[in-house]
């Protein structure tokens, strides 16, 4: 069963600071998406990648893709208390239509 | 454009009733998952279902049943409701084609006692 790891699983940074999280897996996948969800909410798509190499950014958010080390990070740009919110990636099995989630990192934005 | 939609938003059950849920896909979706999400875990695949069929299945006991209807529309079933079985249920619409992303609902909180 492919495994997905998360971490760190709590975050808490200041306002205007850096920080990248990231999301490790178990097997061969050829498409990794990141998700948010704000509490007791559902979840919201912010990336798809699909390649090996793949960048996406949006706003203060960057997301790439390493296939070959099965890694991928998302990287914080200058937080804002916006972004607080607890962030999935998700690995689609090699062969099939199952996703699989990470336990999650929960970020919070101190101003 | 409707989103995707599930109902009910919140249910309590006892152990050993039986519990449907269910889901309407976004519009042009024909694709229905179902997850379960545990508080403070990431959504478990339960199963999928296309064309009136399921797809794909997760590592859920049988007790979890489900059915999707001609206008695509899906329902979960639990039987037996165990206390474990307190989560967050979340369905996720897409196209049929492998891969393409997910839009989920705002999910139907459970409570078993």
């Known amino acids: 069963e492919l495994k997905v790891e998360q971490n760190p699983l709590f975050l808490s940074m200041q306002e205007g600071k850096n920080y990248t999280i990231y999301c490790n897996y178990s097997?061969?996948?050829?498409?990794l998406y990141w998700y948010r969800q704000d509490p007791g909410k559902s979840l919201e798509s912010l990336f798809v990648?699909?390649?090996?190499?793949a960048v996406k950014q949006e706003g203060r958010l960057m997301a790439s893709l390493d296939t070959k080390a099965r890694l991928s990070t998302l990287h914080i740009t200058a937080a804002v208390h916006d972004l607080s919110a607890t962030y999935f990636c998700?690995?689609?099995?090699?062969?099939?239509?199952?996703?699989?989630f990470g336990t999650g990192t929960s970020l919070t934005v101190i101003p | 454009d409707a989103g995707v939609t599930q109902s009910p938003t919140h249910l309590i059950k006892t152990r050993g009733q039986q519990v449907t849920l269910r889901c309407s896909p976004k519009s042009g979706h024909d694709t229905v998952s179902w997850y379960q999400q545990a508080l403070g875990q990431g959504p478990q695949f339960i199963f999928q279902y296309y064309e009136e069929e399921e797809r794909q299945r997760g590592n859920f006991p049988d007790r979890f049943s489900g059915h999707q209807f001609p206008n695509y529309s899906s329902e979960l079933n639990v039987n037996a409701l165990l206390l474990g079985d307190s989560a967050l249920y979340l369905c996720?619409?897409?196209?049929?084609?492998?891969?393409?992303?997910?839009?989920f609902g705002s999910g139907t909180q459970l409570s078993v006692l």
């Open positions: 097997t061969t996948s050829d498409r």
């Open positions: 990648l699909l390649s090996n190499g």
């Open positions: 996720a619409s897409s196209l049929a084609d492998r891969g393409r992303k997910l839009f």
């Open positions: 998700a690995v689609l099995e090699y062969t099939g239509n199952q996703f699989y």
